[in-house]
């Protein structure tokens, strides 16, 4: 079994609980909300992007220690890995992204104007946006430290080689 199927099964685990989690939040602001009169608010949506942005926000920590575990784990990293990587997590985010969309639409229905929906949506893409970008330029800086951890030390081993020959020469 490949690091990255035990990185994504991990995933996979956790990301069930982000959904969960993003679930009962929302209903929890929703209840609280409604007793103190404010569910037909802006505080409503405001709340609801917060918490979407928080998920959007765990789900990176999430990739960033499961895929950060597979570069310090891996003897080498290819190309095809990086890209198998990011399409992982574009994937993870399309799907928190796709829920958190579901829960703005009911949220701008609750909240009795439901055309702010398309007026929210542009800053939950924006949200969800800068947290994959922050994971995809995670996944290329690790590549390049790995890669680069791995042409010193050939260098370093080649050079003590080519020392020892001249020394015994």
């Known amino acids: 079994m490949s690091l990255v199927k035990v990185a994504t099964g991990k995933v996979e685990v956790e990301l069930v609980r982000i959904h969960a989690e993003l679930d009962s939040q929302v209903e929890e602001m929703y209840r609280a909300n409604a007793s103190k009169g404010k569910l037909k608010s802006g505080e409503t949506m405001q709340k609801t992007l917060d918490i979407c942005d928080t998920a959007f926000q765990r789900l990176r920590n999430l990739l960033n220690a499961h895929f950060s575990w597979i570069f310090n784990e891996s003897v080498i990293v290819t190309q095809t890995d990086v890209d198998l990587l990011k399409e992982i997590a574009r994937t993870k985010f399309k799907e ?8 703005l639409r009911r949220s701008a229905e609750l909240s009795g104007k439901p055309d702010i929906y398309g007026f929210c949506l542009p800053k939950l893409t924006a949200s969800m946006k800068n947290s994959e970008d922050q994971m995809i330029l995670f996944i290329d800086g690790e590549a390049l430290v790995k890669r680069n951890r791995g042409a010193r030390r050939f260098f370093n081993i080649a050079f003590g080689w080519i020392s020892k020959l001249f020394k015994y020469s």
Not at 96 to 103: L, P, S, T
């Open 96 to 103: 928190i992204y796709e829920k958190a969309a579901q829960i």
